[in-house]
Protein backbone atom coordinates (compact mmCIF):
# COMPACT_ATOMS: atom_id res chain seq x y z
CA UNK A 1 0.00 0.00 0.00
CA UNK A 2 1.71 3.19 -1.45
CA UNK A 3 0.62 6.59 0.95
CA UNK A 4 2.16 10.26 0.10
CA UNK A 5 3.40 10.65 3.72
CA UNK A 6 1.20 10.62 6.93
CA UNK A 7 -1.66 9.92 4.41
CA UNK A 8 -0.89 6.62 5.51
CA UNK A 9 -2.80 7.42 8.89
CA UNK A 10 -5.88 7.75 7.20
CA UNK A 11 -7.61 3.98 7.14
CA UNK A 12 -10.59 4.56 5.00
CA UNK A 13 -12.64 1.41 3.24
CA UNK A 14 -10.54 0.92 0.53
CA UNK A 15 -7.08 1.63 1.50
CA UNK A 16 -8.26 -0.83 3.90
CA UNK A 17 -9.36 -3.83 1.51
CA UNK A 18 -6.61 -2.93 -0.81
CA UNK A 19 -4.17 -4.23 2.32
CA UNK A 20 -6.04 -7.33 3.50
CA UNK A 21 -5.92 -8.02 -0.48
CA UNK A 22 -2.53 -7.92 -0.80
CA UNK A 23 -1.14 -9.41 2.72
CA UNK A 24 -3.82 -11.42 3.36
CA UNK A 25 -1.74 -14.71 3.50
CA UNK A 26 0.86 -13.17 5.40
CA UNK A 27 -1.77 -12.15 7.95
CA UNK A 28 -3.24 -15.72 8.51
CA UNK A 29 0.25 -16.85 9.05
CA UNK A 30 0.02 -15.54 12.30
CA UNK A 31 -2.29 -16.76 15.85
CA UNK A 32 -2.80 -13.35 16.65
CA UNK A 33 -2.62 -10.05 15.86
CA UNK A 34 -1.77 -6.71 17.67
CA UNK A 35 -2.06 -3.30 16.75
CA UNK A 36 -0.79 0.03 18.80
CA UNK A 37 0.24 2.78 16.80
CA UNK A 38 -2.65 3.38 15.65
CA UNK A 39 -5.95 1.79 16.32
CA UNK A 40 -7.43 2.29 12.91
CA UNK A 41 -4.54 -0.16 11.67
CA UNK A 42 -7.47 -2.21 13.14
CA UNK A 43 -10.22 -1.88 10.55
CA UNK A 44 -8.04 -4.08 7.91
CA UNK A 45 -8.80 -6.95 10.02
CA UNK A 46 -11.82 -5.75 11.68
CA UNK A 47 -13.34 -5.07 7.77
CA UNK A 48 -12.87 -8.33 6.79
CA UNK A 49 -13.63 -11.39 8.88
CA UNK A 50 -10.79 -11.69 11.12
CA UNK A 51 -11.75 -14.06 13.62
CA UNK A 52 -8.50 -14.85 15.19
CA UNK A 53 -7.33 -13.15 18.60
CA UNK A 54 -7.13 -9.51 17.89
CA UNK A 55 -5.70 -7.07 20.36
CA UNK A 56 -6.04 -3.25 19.84
CA UNK A 57 -3.85 -1.01 22.18
CA UNK A 58 -5.50 2.37 21.43
CA UNK A 59 -2.38 4.70 21.81
CA UNK A 60 -3.65 8.07 20.19
CA UNK A 61 -7.23 8.21 19.86
CA UNK A 62 -9.09 5.54 18.12
CA UNK A 63 -10.04 7.16 15.14
CA UNK A 64 -6.59 9.00 14.62
CA UNK A 65 -6.04 10.67 11.31
CA UNK A 66 -3.70 12.52 10.15
CA UNK A 67 -5.88 16.05 8.54
CA UNK A 68 -3.34 17.20 7.31
CA UNK A 69 -2.78 14.72 4.56
CA UNK A 70 -6.67 13.06 4.31
CA UNK A 71 -6.93 11.53 0.90
CA UNK A 72 -10.24 9.29 2.19
CA UNK A 73 -13.31 9.26 3.84
CA UNK A 74 -11.91 8.41 7.51
CA UNK A 75 -13.30 8.06 10.24
CA UNK A 76 -16.16 7.39 8.66
CA UNK A 77 -19.36 5.97 10.03
CA UNK A 78 -18.64 2.42 8.87
CA UNK A 79 -15.55 2.72 10.58
CA UNK A 80 -17.35 3.39 14.21
CA UNK A 81 -19.38 0.91 13.51
CA UNK A 82 -16.60 -1.74 13.17
CA UNK A 83 -15.32 -0.78 16.77
CA UNK A 84 -18.19 -0.63 18.07
CA UNK A 85 -18.92 -3.98 17.43
CA UNK A 86 -15.69 -5.09 18.09
CA UNK A 87 -15.98 -4.54 21.81
CA UNK A 88 -18.83 -6.84 21.72
CA UNK A 89 -16.72 -9.65 19.83
CA UNK A 90 -15.13 -12.39 22.10
CA UNK A 91 -11.54 -12.33 19.56
CA UNK A 92 -11.24 -8.57 20.22
CA UNK A 93 -9.05 -7.58 23.04
CA UNK A 94 -9.10 -3.34 23.29
CA UNK A 95 -6.43 -1.84 25.79
CA UNK A 96 -6.08 1.65 26.31
CA UNK A 97 -1.81 3.10 26.32
CA UNK A 98 -3.61 5.67 29.00
CA UNK A 99 -6.96 6.22 31.14
CA UNK A 100 -8.27 9.31 28.54
CA UNK A 101 -8.87 7.05 25.86
CA UNK A 102 -11.29 4.97 27.36
CA UNK A 103 -13.06 8.42 28.04
CA UNK A 104 -12.37 9.91 24.53
CA UNK A 105 -14.22 6.39 23.23
CA UNK A 106 -17.11 6.98 25.34
CA UNK A 107 -17.64 10.36 23.96
CA UNK A 108 -18.10 8.88 20.67
CA UNK A 109 -20.53 6.57 21.99
CA UNK A 110 -18.43 3.42 22.03
CA UNK A 111 -17.93 2.17 25.42
CA UNK A 112 -13.99 0.21 25.58
CA UNK A 113 -14.73 -0.74 28.90
CA UNK A 114 -11.37 0.10 31.84
CA UNK A 115 -8.68 -2.00 30.57
CA UNK A 116 -5.54 0.13 30.81
CA UNK A 117 -1.89 -1.09 30.26
CA UNK A 118 0.60 1.76 30.07
CA UNK A 119 4.34 1.30 29.20
CA UNK A 120 6.80 0.75 31.91
CA UNK A 121 9.62 2.44 30.56
CA UNK A 122 11.76 -0.43 29.46
CA UNK A 123 14.70 -0.27 27.23
CA UNK A 124 17.77 -1.93 27.19
CA UNK A 125 20.58 0.11 28.50
CA UNK A 126 23.53 1.04 25.80
CA UNK A 127 26.41 3.50 25.75
CA UNK A 128 25.50 6.39 23.43
CA UNK A 129 27.27 9.26 22.54
CA UNK A 130 25.87 12.30 24.36
CA UNK A 131 23.98 14.86 22.20
CA UNK A 132 24.30 17.18 25.61
CA UNK A 133 26.79 20.07 24.91
CA UNK A 134 30.19 19.15 27.03
CA UNK A 135 30.29 22.80 28.88
CA UNK A 136 26.51 21.12 30.21
CA UNK A 137 26.91 20.45 34.07
CA UNK A 138 23.97 17.99 34.06
CA UNK A 139 23.59 17.71 37.90
CA UNK A 140 23.64 21.42 38.42
CA UNK A 141 20.65 21.53 35.49
CA UNK A 142 17.30 21.20 34.76
CA UNK A 143 16.46 19.91 31.35
CA UNK A 144 13.65 21.42 29.35
CA UNK A 145 11.68 19.36 26.52
CA UNK A 146 12.05 21.34 22.95
CA UNK A 147 8.51 20.67 21.95
CA UNK A 148 5.67 23.07 21.04
CA UNK A 149 4.66 23.85 25.00
CA UNK A 150 7.88 24.58 26.37
CA UNK A 151 9.14 26.65 24.06
CA UNK A 152 6.03 28.59 23.20
CA UNK A 153 6.27 29.91 26.72
CA UNK A 154 9.82 30.11 27.78
CA UNK A 155 10.34 27.39 30.31
CA UNK A 156 13.88 27.57 30.41
CA UNK A 157 14.16 31.10 30.18
CA UNK A 158 11.57 31.37 33.36
CA UNK A 159 14.10 28.71 34.78
CA UNK A 160 17.34 30.75 34.10
CA UNK A 161 15.29 34.32 35.72
CA UNK A 162 14.66 32.67 38.63
CA UNK A 163 18.65 31.48 39.29
CA UNK A 164 18.53 28.08 37.97
CA UNK A 165 20.39 26.70 35.46
CA UNK A 166 18.41 24.50 32.38
CA UNK A 167 19.45 23.18 28.95
CA UNK A 168 16.77 23.11 26.62
CA UNK A 169 17.63 20.87 23.06
CA UNK A 170 18.11 17.59 21.40
CA UNK A 171 19.49 14.37 23.55
CA UNK A 172 20.14 11.24 22.88
CA UNK A 173 18.18 9.07 24.77
CA UNK A 174 16.91 8.41 27.91
CA UNK A 175 20.11 7.57 29.54
CA UNK A 176 21.20 10.89 28.32
CA UNK A 177 18.87 12.58 30.42
CA UNK A 178 19.77 10.55 33.81
CA UNK A 179 21.92 12.64 35.58
CA UNK A 180 20.00 16.19 34.82
CA UNK A 181 18.91 17.34 38.45
CA UNK A 182 15.24 17.47 37.22
CA UNK A 183 13.26 17.92 34.55
CA UNK A 184 10.59 21.08 34.15
CA UNK A 185 7.76 20.37 31.48
CA UNK A 186 4.83 21.84 30.42
CA UNK A 187 2.93 18.67 28.99
CA UNK A 188 1.96 18.62 25.61
CA UNK A 189 -0.08 15.00 25.25
CA UNK A 190 -2.13 12.81 27.52
CA UNK A 191 1.02 10.82 28.11
CA UNK A 192 4.50 10.14 26.14
CA UNK A 193 6.75 6.80 26.51
CA UNK A 194 9.70 9.34 27.72
CA UNK A 195 7.48 9.87 30.60
CA UNK A 196 7.79 6.07 31.18
CA UNK A 197 11.47 5.37 30.39
CA UNK A 198 12.58 8.73 32.68
CA UNK A 199 10.33 7.42 35.37
CA UNK A 200 12.36 3.93 35.30
CA UNK A 201 15.56 6.30 35.61
CA UNK A 202 14.43 7.91 38.62
CA UNK A 203 14.11 11.31 37.01
CA UNK A 204 11.87 13.65 38.82
CA UNK A 205 9.33 15.72 36.97
CA UNK A 206 8.55 19.78 38.28
CA UNK A 207 5.21 19.98 35.98
CA UNK A 208 2.44 22.56 36.61
CA UNK A 209 -0.44 22.15 38.93
CA UNK A 210 -4.03 21.57 37.20
CA UNK A 211 -4.88 25.18 37.69
CA UNK A 212 -1.77 26.72 36.36
CA UNK A 213 -1.69 24.01 33.72
CA UNK A 214 -5.46 25.26 32.73
CA UNK A 215 -4.00 29.20 32.27
CA UNK A 216 -1.58 27.92 29.60
CA UNK A 217 -4.51 26.12 28.48
CA UNK A 218 -6.24 29.46 27.71
CA UNK A 219 -3.23 31.36 26.52
CA UNK A 220 -2.74 28.91 23.55
CA UNK A 221 -1.05 25.78 25.50
CA UNK A 222 -1.29 22.71 22.91
CA UNK A 223 -3.13 19.83 24.29
CA UNK A 224 -4.82 17.23 21.81
CA UNK A 225 -8.53 17.98 21.94
CA UNK A 226 -8.43 20.96 24.09
CA UNK A 227 -12.03 21.49 24.43
CA UNK A 228 -12.24 17.65 25.64
CA UNK A 229 -8.91 18.20 27.66
CA UNK A 230 -10.56 20.82 30.53
CA UNK A 231 -12.89 18.00 31.75
CA UNK A 232 -10.37 15.52 31.71
CA UNK A 233 -6.95 16.27 33.10
CA UNK A 234 -7.32 13.92 35.89
CA UNK A 235 -6.64 11.22 33.54
CA UNK A 236 -4.08 12.31 32.00
CA UNK A 237 -0.69 10.52 33.32
CA UNK A 238 0.84 13.81 34.61
CA UNK A 239 -2.34 14.31 36.52
CA UNK A 240 -3.79 10.94 37.39
CA UNK A 241 -3.46 9.86 40.90
CA UNK A 242 -1.77 6.98 40.82
CA UNK A 243 1.21 9.08 39.42
CA UNK A 244 0.61 12.30 41.21
CA UNK A 245 3.09 11.48 44.10
CA UNK A 246 5.79 10.94 42.17
CA UNK A 247 5.46 15.06 40.28
CA UNK A 248 6.08 18.28 42.16
CA UNK A 249 3.18 20.55 40.74
CA UNK A 250 3.63 24.05 40.85
CA UNK A 251 0.79 27.07 41.16
CA UNK A 252 2.88 29.54 39.71
CA UNK A 253 6.82 30.11 38.61
CA UNK A 254 7.81 31.63 42.53
CA UNK A 255 6.39 28.43 43.89
CA UNK A 256 8.57 26.79 41.62
CA UNK A 257 11.33 28.37 42.66
CA UNK A 258 10.22 27.76 46.02
CA UNK A 259 9.68 23.97 45.75
CA UNK A 260 13.21 23.68 43.86
CA UNK A 261 14.95 25.11 46.92
CA UNK A 262 12.95 22.93 49.44
CA UNK A 263 12.80 19.62 47.79
CA UNK A 264 14.62 16.48 48.66
CA UNK A 265 15.89 15.19 45.41
CA UNK A 266 17.85 11.65 46.43
CA UNK A 267 14.66 10.61 48.22
CA UNK A 268 12.16 11.74 45.24
CA UNK A 269 14.48 9.79 42.68
CA UNK A 270 14.53 6.68 45.39
CA UNK A 271 10.44 6.85 45.44
CA UNK A 272 10.30 7.08 41.48
CA UNK A 273 12.31 4.18 40.95
CA UNK A 274 10.62 2.18 43.20
CA UNK A 275 7.38 3.17 41.78
CA UNK A 276 8.34 2.60 38.36
CA UNK A 277 9.84 -1.24 39.65
CA UNK A 278 6.06 -1.87 40.71
CA UNK A 279 4.38 -0.72 37.44
CA UNK A 280 6.87 -2.85 35.16
CA UNK A 281 5.54 -5.69 37.33
CA UNK A 282 2.36 -5.21 36.89
CA UNK A 283 2.32 -4.28 33.35
CA UNK A 284 3.76 -7.41 32.56
CA UNK A 285 1.77 -9.37 34.80
CA UNK A 286 -1.29 -7.74 32.45
CA UNK A 287 -0.06 -7.94 29.41
CA UNK A 288 0.82 -12.21 30.30
CA UNK A 289 -2.86 -12.49 30.51
CA UNK A 290 -3.94 -11.23 27.62
CA UNK A 291 -1.37 -13.08 25.84
CA UNK A 292 -2.80 -16.43 27.71
CA UNK A 293 -6.15 -15.53 26.66
CA UNK A 294 -4.84 -15.38 23.04
CA UNK A 295 -3.07 -18.31 23.19
CA UNK A 296 -6.49 -20.13 24.54
CA UNK A 297 -8.53 -18.59 21.88
CA UNK A 298 -5.50 -20.35 18.85
CA UNK A 299 -5.73 -23.47 20.69
CA UNK A 300 -10.27 -23.51 21.07
CA UNK A 301 -11.37 -22.28 17.52
CA UNK A 302 -15.15 -22.84 18.99
CA UNK A 303 -14.33 -20.04 21.77
CA UNK A 304 -13.25 -17.96 19.11
CA UNK A 305 -16.74 -15.26 17.85
CA UNK A 306 -17.06 -16.07 14.57
CA UNK A 307 -19.26 -13.51 12.28
Known amino acids: EKAVGSAIYNIGHDRAERVWNKHRDFFESFDAILTSDTAPLSRIFLQNGWDKPLIIWICNRFDYS ?68 SHVVKEETFFVTSYHNDTWFEVSKHCDNLGFKSYSGRYNGPEDLKDFKAIVHIPYSWSNLALFENMRL ?13 EFLRAGAFLPNPDFSRNHLEASEWYSPRHSSLFVYFDSWRDLQDKIQHIDFTAWKTRIREHAETLRTETLEKWGKIFESAKQQRDDPLARDRR
Open 202 to 214: GIPYFIPSQKFFR
Open 66 to 133: DRASIDCDFPDSEYYQLFSQATQQKNVVVIAYTEIEHIYCRSKGIDTGTLTITPCGAFIPQFVDSGIP
